[in-house]
Each structure stands twice: as structure tokens, then as C-alpha cells.
């Protein structure tokens, strides 16, 4: 038994995230550090990674990963390591009908290891609505709907935008979900969503044909967990790229 | 600087709760116990409420509450002892239309102290329907609606059973929540919600209503958050009867 | 894309725990089922998977996994349908001097698939107590210790109970942790952390050497959190047993 | 029943917070906002708390909180308003032997209401290391240990930082917590605890006092909750200084 997988898990710190829209976003992540090395090297391994990451706050990102990595590697003897970043990432998102501008959060993840090439991967939790298709079908007037998250993690093949990424799982849904709408905007939304009743299946279903379409995306999954308003437990739906190719072949 | 509080958070046991429909249910608690009192006993707190909790396992119900909070006092010359017991509650409860039966779980508490001398405090959390009146009113076709939580706190004048409670509170929404429906009943909830759009403060004007008007029902709180379908954050109503006497005075 | 997964998650339910010492422990679980299946069986799952979960309540447990998933298969035409249940599981333990018994909780959780034909996983979480060897050897007194968790999730080849699995992992640690002790028992569990100092990657690799060595053991996986005393992040050590194989061939 | 509390829960969004030293700090906060008013201007509190204080974005401060809460009083005719803003505070902190510098996050949060004229409540938790002090006597060598949070809300009657508010209560526990310790500073934390047994309640007193003594704190309370390294639950204890103006009275 000469290898094990060894880190610190949820050091929270200031970090600065770089926007689509030029210059960073100051925010707040969870970093976890890990990685797999001979026996003898492990017992300094907390102190070397808080010591490590000390040294690049607050500008970790993404394109400093790998310096990171490789310093944890050549100072632990390490196989391989692996970092990830938790963090919320504001948005101004804009109502559909008023055009009043409002900042939405989103919980998004980078992460990297040392025996990858390219970009990190990257997780984006999305909120959406979702109605159901059955209860408009069957009732008289109305149908049930309520929050759902999409929940969306890719390997890209070239640098993708987290606010592309998260306003391409936002149109998948029944509609979008907002900060601050006016009556005109509200309007809009309820009628939006009951025009396109979605089952969280339908949803991931959707993500992951535009995902599949997407030149930029390598492998991915989506999961979608509907918060169902009539009932008390979630639904839930799941696709992952490799099991796709399996079904393709 | 001669008084104190101290004690135990989170011990987590087995407890049989005393169902309406006779017999106990078994499920599972977090007790919190704690004692106000002279500097001199403190130090031994947590591990003589550690020793009586144990010694009153699994059977720890509202019934030997003042028993072991008059051990407690004793033990350890407090002033006042205070006991809370967090559980999941299950209730079966019957489909609107096709009168199928399915178990919801709902979060519940007792809460005693040792200078009470009446029933424990009960606290319940009923989830509900919400329809927004306004989305409803603007569309012209369907309402957003979501999953809501109601908890209600209640001071019993004479026993009060928590079936009673929840279902007080469950008739409050626009529509209740079931563990399961079939399409009837999915219709019907559907239907139903629309026919009843409530804001959260509708809800917890409703609730605070019947509290006001129940013989058996001296102190309460109501508090209702709604999990928006098209929002990201939540919107929420509060009423507590101490704020109601003074206006209404 | 003819292949996708889709259930409930979280439907918290009472059920009945078969324990080593004979009878069953009622306790409470949240229980995810989900399946693999055509796209034109999707829509029904939530509601089919609500009704099959209904009928087999409050029996729910790892004798009739089998069941509840071919039933599952067969209603849904899924490739494949799998369950996992996370409960409160409690044990009476004896203090190591006193012999004073009391009630520990430890999470744990059964999970299985319509392809396994043999026992389903077993997951749990143990507290133990570990002290830092570094700490320890550079300091005149004292050595900083802490309350950490080891999760450790394992394929039985035969019927292994959870008292047995959960006494493994507890034995593992620098000391035991336990609900309730008297002073001589507090004593013992003090020099046996002080005698015993541990890395949280020292006992991943001892729970991973005692699951090695135990011929009714397949496939495991450990993972240790120590939420250190003197620091406001974790310290985190993982073993797969798949890897170790490739490390050892 | 005239009067009713609404408004919005976790409004999460980027905030920036004035720094002891100079400058601001650009953090993630979550926002909750609720007003007390007459049930006709109820319905629309959500749409103009959301609207307000996205206008006050990312400059909410505690210095504009009058003026917010001015405003949702005067928009929806309220009685009173209030408002809690809850954020990651990040400190730079010096190991106490090597002098290294590195980040600490603290949990802090301003709340206000529109009938206060003075300073905003401060709440700050700030993690300690506490060390048994019977365990330590009983034991022929080493003590348990483990992470205490120390959770202090106080009324200022003057400005008080966060800083100084946060190294006030780090001073009163067995020993402080630190991102980064060099092995001379992982002795003298270590060898400092044990030279300094707490339990609790010794804690807990210990911030007491030294808010008493502190000229600018009016009303404050101090809850101490200790993971106990060698329990499964939490020790806790409480002060508030209501309580203890009752006793020396």
C-alpha cells in the first residue's frame, strides 16, 4: 500500500474570478487540495498545501492551477494532485420584458489536476422553473411548478465562458428564474413556463443535446433536481456524456 | 456574575412519540438540555445531563419532561432547566380523490421548562402550496406556485395532538403537499392551488387566524417562507400573537 | 439519446433495521431510487417509483432491495434501478473502564443495483478522537487532538453486520469516542489518544490494512476528516481499494 | 389583526465591507429584509425590498442601512424595518512565533432596524481551541482538545471594528486558531492550551467579562458550543447580558 490520496478540504478564502466581460469578480471559494504520493512524503501535506495556496491568495484561478499543482507535486513527491474551487458567481441578468437589470448568484466550480493538459472542468448550478407537463394536461386551469437547480459539469475543449455555460442550462428549463422582475416581466415568466411544461427528464434532456452540440465540450453531465411544489421530495434526472456514446455506438 | 446557562446540543437518540391514533411512534430525536445556574455547579453539566438523558432512553417523551428537568435542577442546583426535542413526525395521509393512503414526514419539537407548568411548547413545519395571486391575476394562462414551509409554534392550553396541528396548518396553503397522488388527485391539487392564490402573508394571516380562534391555543408564532419558482431567494411572513394582542388592544 | 436516469431523491420514510444483537431498530431514512431507461418510459418514473416505495413501507430493508428494484425494472422497462437509504443507526457501547452502557449514533447506508446479484454496499460514518503526532513530539506537554470521521464504504462478499463494520473503523482511530463517560473512563480515553498519535492518513491506512485482511471484504474505499483544533479547515485522507490493487500488482 | 412581518429571506449577492486598516473588503453576503405593516401594503413588499436593494448594490453598507431602511418604511407605509446581512470576513493573522501572515475567515453579521438611532448590532464567530480542564487533571499525560466557535452579538454604543471585536473574543479560549502555523508555532499553540484548561462556561464568562469592562459595548451575549473531541455531541453554554444586570442588581 505505497500510494494514498491525502489534502485539506474546504479552506475558504477571497479569490478573484475573471469575467466574460473584462476584468475579475471578487468573490469568496471553499478550495479543496489533494494528492496521491508515496507513504513517507504524506505527513507534512496539510502544512505544504495551506502554505502553498497562502502564497497565491487572493489570485488563485484558474490560470495559475497549474503552477500550483506542479509545486505541490514536486515539494510532496506527489503522483499526481488535484485542486477545486467552490465559489458564488453574480451575474446581471436582464428581465425579459422591462429590461431592468438585477444581479443573480450562481454556485459554480473549477477544477483541475496535474495529469490534465487542458482547461479545468467547470460546474455550474443553475436555477430554473419547471412545470409539469401531466398536471397541465389533466387540469382544467393551472399546473404545477416550481424551483428547479441544473446542475452542469463539462470538460472544455477550449476556454468556455462561465456566463455562456450558464445562460445556455438557463434556457433549458420551462423559463428563467430572476432577481428582480417587474409586472410586465412576471407576466411573462408565468406565461413562458406554462407554454413549455418540462419533466426534469426533459430538461436534462435538453441541456445535454445542447451540450452534445457544442463544439467547445468534451465530456459532461447534467443533473436536475425539481423541488416539486405538490409534493415533498425532489425529482430528480441525470445524463452523463460517456453513458451517450455507449448508447450511440 | 453569579448565573449561567450551559449544557448539551445535538445529542442524538431513539424516542417513541404517542401518536393520536394510539400506540407510540418510534423515530429519531435531537436533544438539546440546559440549565441556568450558579458558577460553582457548571462544571459538571454535560456530563450529568449526558448520564440522566441516557438513564430516561428511549423513552423520552413530553410526559417525563418535568421529571427530568426537576433531576436536572437538582443535580446541579440550577434555577431553571430547559429541555428541546427536534424529530421527524410521520402522519399517513389520504389522496383528495382516490383516497390513497402515503406517510409524509414533517419536522416537530417539544420544548419544556422547568418554571412551566402546563403543556410543553409544540412547534410544527407543514410544507404547503403557494399560487401568486398577482402572476395570476396578469397571466393569461397559469400562476407560478412553489413548495412552502409553515412553522407554527404554538403554547397549549390543554393537550393538543400534532396530527391536529399540522393538518390546522396544512388547510392554510393554496393546496396541501402529499408524499403521493394519482392523476385525479394531481388534477385536483393542480385545481385547487389555482382556485386559492395566497401570498406567504395571506397564509400567515390564515394560520394566525385559526391559532386565534382555537379555545385550546394560548401563545403563538407563525412564520411562512415560500421557496419562489421564479425567484432565486425566498419571500417571507411572520405573525407572533404577542404583536397581535398589542394591536389589537 | 435513447438511455437516461431519472427518480425521486430524498423521500424520508420510517423503517425497520435488522440489528446483529437479533430484532429490528425502527429509525428514519432518506431514500433515493433511481433507473436507467428509454426515454418513452420517463415520465411516469417519479410516480411509479413513489408507489412502489408506498407499498413496501415501513419494511423497507436491504431483504427486499431485490424486489422493489426487479419491480422497478419491470414497470419502468429500465436497463437498470438502483436504491440507496442513508438512516440513523444506534448501538449501545460500553465505557472501556466503567462498563456504563449508552446509545452512540453513527449514519450509515445500504445501496445496491439491479445488476448486483450479491450483498448490497455498506456505508458508515464513525467519530473517532485524532492526535497529532507532530504536535505531540515538539511540544513540553500536550498534544492537539480533535474529533474526526471516518466514512468507510465496502461490497461485502457475505453478510457483514454494521456493529461489526462500525467496531472496525472506531478501533482505527488514536481513541474511540463514546456518549457518555465517567471520570476513570475519561482518564482512558485521554492517555489512549496521548499513546496513540495519528495523521488522519494513519488510520485511512490502517481501516485500509484491517479491510485488506478481511476475507469477506471486496471492493472499499476510506475516507478520513479530522476537523483540526488548532485550524479552521479540515485534514482529509482517502484510500480506494482499486487503487491499492494497482499499486501492489 | 392589523400589523404583519413579511419581506425576504437570503438574497444572496456581493457586498463591500470597511476594513480597520483602511480600504473595503469585497465579500458575499446574504441579505434578509422585513418590515411590520398594515395588511394592505403587504402584497407587494417582495417587489420593492428586491428592487431597493438591488439599487443599493454592491455599496450596502452598515453606513446606508438608515437610508434602506428609510425607504422601505416610507414605500410600504411600515412601521418599523429591519434588516441582517450575514458575510465571510477575512483576516490577515500573525503566527504567534514565526510572525507568518496568513488569512482567517470569520462569519460576522450587521442587523439593524429603522427604530434604532445608533450603532448597528455586530455578530462575529470566531473558532478557538478549548482544553479540558478535568481531563487534563485526571490524566497522567495529554488533555482532550478540539475547535470551539465563539459566537458574540453585541450593541456598540460607539463604532466598533470587526477586528477588534473578533481578537476580544479569540483571546478567551484555551488557545486561538490559526490558517497557517509553522512547526515553533504549532508547539507554542499546543503547549499554550494545555496552560490554559477551559471548559465552556469558563469561556463563554471570559468574553463576558471582558464586555462588560468594554466602555463601548451596551447589550451583548456570548454562546461557547464545543465539538467535543472524545463525545459525539456538542458542550455548550450562554450568556446574555440582560441576565446578568438581573443577578448583580
Redesign the interface.
Known amino acids: 500500500?505505497?500510494?494514498?490520496?491525502?489534502?485539506?478540504?474546504?479552506?475558504?478564502?477571497?479569490v478573484r474570478i475573471p469575467q466574460k466581460e473584462g476584468g475579475v469578480?471578487?468573490?469568496?471559494a471553499a478550495i479543496?487540495l489533494?494528492a496521491?504520493m508515496p507513504?513517507d512524503q504524506?505527513?507534512s501535506?496539510?502544512?505544504v498545501m495551506?502554505?502553498l495556496l497562502?502564497q497565491y491568495?487572493?489570485d488563485i484561478h484558474t490560470g495559475n492551477f497549474p503552477a500550483l499543482l506542479s509545486q505541490v507535486r514536486e515539494q510532496l513527491k506527489a503522483e499526481e494532485a488535484r485542486v477545486s474551487m467552490r465559489f458564488?458567481y453574480?451575474i446581471a441578468k436582464t428581465a425579459p420584458v422591462s429590461g431592468t437589470s438585477?444581479?443573480?448568484?450562481y454556485q459554480c466550480a473549477f477544477s483541475a489536476s496535474s495529469e490534465d493538459t487542458g482547461e479545468p472542468l467547470l460546474t455550474i448550478v443553475a436555477?430554473v422553473?419547471t412545470?409539469c407537463?401531466?398536471?397541465?394536461e389533466?387540469?382544467?386551469?393551472?399546473?404545477?411548478?416550481?424551483?428547479a437547480t441544473i446542475t452542469l459539469s463539462i470538460q472544455p475543449l477550449r476556454l468556455i465562458w462561465l456566463e455562456d455555460l450558464i445562460a445556455m442550462a438557463e434556457s433549458c428549463g420551462s423559463?428563467e428564474?430572476?432577481?428582480?422582475?417587474?409586472?410586465p416581466d412576471?407576466?411573462y415568466?408565468?406565461?413562458q413556463?406554462?407554454a413549455h411544461p418540462m419533466?426534469?427528464?426533459d430538461v436534462?434532456?435538453k441541456v445535454?443535446?445542447q451540450a452534445?452540440a457544442h463544439t467547445d465540450i468534451g465530456w459532461f453531465s447534467v443533473g436536475v433536481?425539481s423541488?416539486?411544489?405538490?409534493?415533498?421530495?425532489?425529482?430528480?434526472?441525470?445524463?452523463d456524456s460517456k453513458?451517450?456514446k455507449k448508447?450511440?455506438a
Chains 1, 2, 3, 4 share one sequence.
Open positions: 500500500m505505497s500510494l494514498q490520496t491525502a489534502g485539506i478540504y474546504n479552506f475558504t478564502c477571497p469578480q471578487d468573490t469568496v479543496s489533494i496521491r507513504q504524506i505527513e501535506c496539510v502544512d495551506t502554505k497562502t491568495l487572493p458564488s453574480f438585477s444581479l443573480m448568484e436555477p422553473t412545470l407537463p401531466c398536471s397541465r389533466i387540469s382544467s386551469f393551472g399546473a404545477h411548478n416550481q424551483r423559463s428564474v430572476y432577481a428582480l422582475l417587474k409586472r412576471e407576466k415568466v408565468t406565461e413556463a406554462y419533466f426534469v427528464e436534462a434532456r445535454a443535446q452534445m433536481e423541488f416539486e411544489s405538490i409534493h415533498n421530495h425532489s425529482a430528480y434526472a441525470f445524463v453513458d451517450l448508447t450511440t
